[in-house]
C-alpha cells in the first residue's frame, strides 16, 4: 500500500461565514484553483475570484496524505 499525496481545501476555510460544506482535493495546486473557481462561480454567483480570496484560498490549503 502506498500512499499519494493531494491539497484539500473547504470552503469554509476560506469562508468561515458564507462558505458552504463544499470539499476539494486535487493533485496540484493549479488544479484545486481550477476546481475553487468553478466552485466559487457555480456556488456563490463568483464570475471571478477576488485577488484576496485567491491568497485565502491558498493559505487554506491542506495537504494530506491518501492511502491509494
Ligand atoms: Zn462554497
Do not use: N, W
Request: proline share 3%; glycine share 8%.
Amino acid at each position: 500500500m502506498s500512499t499519494k499525496e493531494y491539497k484539500q481545501l473547504g470552503c469554509l476555510d476560506v469562508q468561515p461565514s458564507g462558505g458552504c460544506g463544499f470539499q476539494v482535493r486535487a493533485e496540484t495546486e493549479g488544479e484545486l484553483m481550477q476546481l475553487v473557481a468553478t466552485h466559487a462561480k457555480q456556488c456563490h454567483k463568483l464570475d471571478s475570484i477576488p485577488a484576496e480570496m485567491v491568497s485565502a484560498v491558498k493559505a487554506a490549503i491542506k495537504t494530506v496524505s491518501v492511502a491509494v
